[in-house]
């Protein structure tokens, strides 16, 4: 029997239209590889879509591709994860589901999960993946005794970080104990963390396939392709996994350094580096402190018109600050700081009356600094903040009629 593992497909999540194609493309790719293959059924674990309500566009777009997988027999189950939940409970996943598409297996009856049972016998569950790692409570409360000492090959699907098996650089995310998971699966089929794992333990065969497409510059950047798992079963025993790799643009990368240079020398670096462009994405990250002018000074019109022949070029300046703003006093306290801070580049704005904008910023953070007070609903501790923040920027009289 072979099924495929599919995770964090994020259909829509590109701004920009090129690689929202590009990610569409990428699961059109995953499917035809999984019909070619021959697929008893397909796993998605979580972050189908970007959205809980995506547009009708990517809609029409992921129904055409699902209606291959339907007319060749193949199941198609999955769990929303955090970025296809919505505290409405209404979501595009529950229109495919409708329209006989695929299965969402988190079924819950009396406190307890049901399975969903393929063609083939295979028995499928799991748990959706929410925002802040909330799914925890699902874990905690759930009873798991019937499904663990349920018979035959059965699949965990699961949209959330392990503990045990966090990478380093995760470093604060919500992440639950192996010890939260119900026992005795055969195969754990997870999603929500953008890394490749694949390991045994004593609860059963545990993977993350990794995104099926990279889903911001810096997994462009560093893993330069999607993957996803295609999975044998020899004897409903022995599991064989093996990482399918979609690439379907090449992908350079070049990093600047800014220190010490001007915006100008910068930008005559990166059209004098990047070359064989033609077809391929660019990624132009820029990092450092200009000796002069401001990171807007870069003329990145013009880059981008010497290499129109590049399927698409992305920058990336988080990083990139001018000398001015580099030289940031920290020995004094966060309120003082914020109020130097405020009035040295009020002044650096060429403004008729700097003291009245220094005035109105320090009342917004104040305002935004606020919390909400014991008893207050949020709605109306959003309303108080709204109200505030249109008072002082001497505006509330234009949003008094959509007020009221």
């Known amino acids: 029997m072979k099924f495929a593992h599919l995770a964090d497909i994020h259909i829509g999540g590109w701004q920009d239209q090129k690689l929202r194609k590009l990610n569409l493309n990428a699961f059109d790719k995953a499917i035809n590889i ?6 008893a059924f397909i796993l998605i674990a979580g972050d189908f879509f970007n959205t809980a309500l995506p547009s009708i566009d990517s809609l029409k777009d992921v129904a055409r591709i699902l209606r291959k997988v339907k007319e060749k027999n193949i199941s198609l189950y999955l769990v929303p994860g955090s970025h296809d939940f919505s505290p409405s409970g209404k979501s595009m996943i529950d229109v495919l589901e409708k329209a006989g598409l695929l299965k969402n297996v988190m079924k819950i009856k009396d406190n307890k999960l049901l399975f969903t049972e393929d063609k083939t016998g295979t028995k499928i569950t799991g748990i959706l993946g929410l925002r802040t790692g909330l799914e925890k ?30 990478p380093k650089d995760l470093g604060d995310i919500n992440s639950l104990s192996l010890d939260l998971f119900p026992k005795n699966f055969d195969y754990y089929a997870g999603g929500h963390v953008h890394y490749l794992l694949d390991v045994k333990h004593d609860r059963g065969h545990l993977a993350y396939p990794g995104p099926l497409f990279p889903n911001n510059f810096k997994e462009l950047e560093e893993l330069k392709k999607g993957c996803f798992n295609l999975i044998e079963t020899k004897d409903d025993m022995n599991i064989i996994v093996k990482k399918i790799p979609i690439k379907l643009k090449e992908i350079d990368s070049y990093f600047f350094d800014a220190n010490g240079r001007s915006p100008l020398q910068i930008e005559n670096e990166i059209l004098n580096a990047v070359k064989n462009f033609k077809d391929k994405i660019v990624m132009i990250r820029i990092e450092g402190i200009l000796e002069t002018g401001k990171p807007t000074d870069i003329n990145f019109k013009n880059i981008f018109d010497n290499f129109k022949e590049a399927y698409v070029v992305l920058k990336n300046t988080n990083k990139l600050v001018s000398k001015s703003f580099d030289n940031i006093r920290i020995d004094e306290s966060i309120e003082l700081t914020e109020s130097r801070i405020i009035e040295e580049h009020v002044k650096s704005i060429e403004l008729k009356n700097p003291e009245v904008y220094n005035s109105i910023i320090k009342s917004l953070l104040l305002f935004l600094d606020s919390e909400k007070e014991e008893g207050e609903k949020s709605m109306d501790f959003e309303r108080r903040i709204m109200d505030e923040t249109l008072k002082s920027l001497g505006i509330e009289n234009l949003f008094k009629n959509d007020n009221q």
Do not use: A, Q
Request: aromatic share 20%; glycine share 2%; hydrophobic share 30%.
């Open 34 to 39: 999984c019909i070619n293959e021959s697929t």
């Open 137 to 166: 409570e699902y874990f905690k409360t759930l009873n798991f005794k019937d499904i663990e000492e349920e018979e035959g090959f059965k699949i965990f699907i699961f949209h959330t970080s392990i503990e045990e098996y966090k």
